[in-house]
């Protein structure tokens, strides 16, 4: 046999040994079940809709070895909708009603021919629609801000634009219908660039409910048909001092904003609103009268109690005259004060929580008083629109003693302060009470020497103050047992310091109170003070009337610790008027 031969052989035994060795047929590989792949779950693309509008989604689904046979949708987040049906392959419903932005999430889930599943999820972001629509026309001012973004806030939502060079901005906002309008309040924000970035400004518009009536028919609202759309040093100074005594998240709404108005003190935002108008307009040409240090911008520092004190405390002695022509010129800027004024019945001085001595009451005729301490006088009020003007008598408010000199002598004098005319204007109002800048002219009055005669001099002098036009009900629950009034009579102020139930009280308070405890009969007894025993009862309109031996006393209720007296004599003479705290026994002074 041949080596050829050989080598056949031997591939034909081992080719029989391979076969033989192989096993049956139903252990081939080409005979093995194959194994089924997963599908392919596709929910589409995330949407962006308007409330209450019609949404279809388009889900998909596929199978590299068979084929989808079914599908199966669910709604696994945000506010529930119904679905046109939830085993197909594509959906539809109506989006929900939104006051806020909503995500509603849906999972879609696939099976296949042979059991197998598979999962996608889809977001729908629904937006709320501005069914309501109103535009600003306003200005960002002390000295413009230039190019100021301008922001509105809205219930949670955000509207920008850019002022022009002089700060002039128009600015369209929008609201839901389903949202209360009459409480959902609109604060304007107004932030400076390039040298003025240090700007900030801000100012509460109003309810976007009020907004609407005052825009009429074309729905613009102009600074001539309200004046809170300028955003100001003085806008600014009301918010920054709300922030200061109420907290920075106060705000919520109209009511918050109306219920904190007449808890503000007017010299407070006198002060921060001058020391705001300071920093924005003179510190570029005076360094020193810039942000304090630490501080970065302007809603920071009018909003920092301690700042204004500081910045007040330690301002040079060459800016002082500057600073009080500023506070002096808020009185002459149009920008800042309500083109109308209504006349109210009543307006009692609120300075915080300290005693204030004046009240204005105004009758049907134009006709009225003046109470200030322990003097009054008559008046007559014409309202002139934007302003309401007040002639007095002219009587004594104050006295004091100057220099003057006389042919290059100095004489020490006495001078009187005599009010004559006041001019009101209106800043920022509320049904409870009136924020308000006032003019007050009058003359000194000199008196002296019967060898020299100095003529009257002429004044005008500036203030802001907040006046209360509407008290509240005193109740029984508010007087019976002992309780403090603030009083201004000082032919009854006793020689010492009035020994109160309260304790031991700053002279202000000590000094000027009279402390009276109240029985269920109607009689009434004076424990501090020398008002003597009486009589009590409370009137139709709400006010206490006391009758009390050496004074009648008529009060008023401003706030819960917030209250006015009145006292007279028998025959009606004024014997003087305060306005301050009060409190029952054990009962806290101040809020």
């Known amino acids: 046999m041949n080596n050829k031969g050989v080598k056949l052989l031997f591939v034909s035994i081992l080719s029989l040994g391979i076969i033989s060795c192989s096993g049956g047929g139903s252990d081939s590989p ?15 693309a995330d949407q962006n809709v308007s409330e209450q509008t019609d949404v279809s989604i388009q889900g998909s689904g596929t199978d590299s070895d068979g ?7 669910e709604q696994t987040s945000g506010p529930q909708v119904t679905l046109s049906s939830s085993n197909q392959q594509n959906i539809e419903f109506t989006a929900p009603v939104a006051k806020d932005v909503a995500e509603l999430v849906f999972l879609l889930t696939v099976t296949d021919n042979d059991g197998a599943t598979a999962s996608d999820s889809v977001v729908v972001t629904v937006n709320p629609v ?15 801000i230039a190019n100021a973004e301008v922001t509105a806030e809205v219930g949670g939502r955000t509207y920008t634009t850019t002022a022009d060079a002089n700060g002039n901005y128009t600015l369209e906002i929008g609201a839901d219908e389903d949202e209360d309008l009459s409480e959902l309040l609109v604060i304007v924000t107004a932030v400076g660039e390039g040298e003025q970035s240090h700007v900030t400004l801000k100012s509460v518009v109003g309810s976007f409910g009020s907004i609407l009536d005052q825009a009429g028919e074309d729905n613009i609202l102009t600074s001539e048909e309200s ?8 806008s600014t100074a009301i918010l920054g001092l709300l922030a200061i005594e109420k907290g920075d998240n106060y705000l919520t709404d109209k009511s918050s904003f109306e219920d904190a108005l007449p808890t503000l003190s007017g010299s407070g935002v006198w002060e921060i609103a001058s020391t705001v108008k300071m920093i924005v307009d003179y510190s570029t040409q005076y360094p020193e009268l810039g942000l304090p240090e630490g501080i970065d911008n302007v809603w920071s520092f009018a909003t920092n109690k301690n700042a204004v004190n500081d910045y007040l405390r330690n301002l040079p002695d060459q800016h002082e005259s500057l600073y009080e022509d500023i506070k002096n010129s808020i009185f002459e800027d149009t920008q800042l004060f309500e083109s109308t004024i209504d006349t109210p019945q009543r307006y ?29 006088q008559s008046l007559s009020a014409n309202n002139a629109i934007d302003t309401i003007q007040i002639n007095l008598e002219g009587k004594v408010i104050s006295t004091g003693s100057v220099f003057k000199y006389y042919m290059g002598t100095e004489y020490q004098v006495y001078q009187e302060e005599i009010w004559e005319n ?7 109002s509320s049904e409870n009470a009136d924020l308000v800048a006032l003019k007050i002219d009058g003359r000194y009055q000199f008196n002296t020497s019967p060898f020299y005669d100095f003529e009257d001099e002429p004044f005008s002098k500036y203030d802001v103050k907040l006046f209360i036009k509407k008290t509240l009900p005193i109740t029984n629950d508010d ?16 020689d010492e310091d009035l020994d109160t139930p309260y304790g031991s009280f700053p002279q202000l308070v000590s000094t000027e109170a009279a402390v009276i405890e109240f029985f269920e009969n109607g009689s009434a007894e004076s424990i501090s003070g020398n008002y003597g025993n009486g009589s009590w009862n409370i009137t139709s309109e709400g006010s ?19 209250w006015a007296v009145e006292a007279y004599d028998a025959l009606g003479t004024s014997l003087g008027f305060a306005a301050g705290m009060s409190a029952l026994k054990d009962g806290a002074l101040l809020d």
């Open 479 to 494: 007087l019976l047992g002992v309780r403090m009034l603030p009083t201004l009579a000082p032919s009854l102020d006793p």
């Open 227 to 234: 004046k809170n759309v300028n955003v100001t040093h003085v």
């Open 30 to 44: 080409s005979e093995q079940e194959p194994v089924n792949q997963k599908p392919s779950a596709n929910a589409g």
């Open 348 to 376: 009692i001085e609120v300075n915080n929580k300290f005693m204030t001595t004046t009240q204005f009451t105004f009758g049907d005729s134009n006709n009225g008083r003046m109470n200030y301490a322990s003097i009054e």
């Open 544 to 562: 206490l009337a006391l009758y009390l031996e050496n004074a009648n006393l008529k009060v008023r209720k401003v706030a819960s610790n917030l």
């Open 422 to 428: 006041i001019d009101i204007k209106l800043i920022e």
């Open 67 to 73: 084929s989808i046979a079914s599908y199966s949708w």
């Open 130 to 144: 501005d069914e309501q629509k109103v535009t600003l026309q306003g200005v960002a001012t002390d000295e413009p």
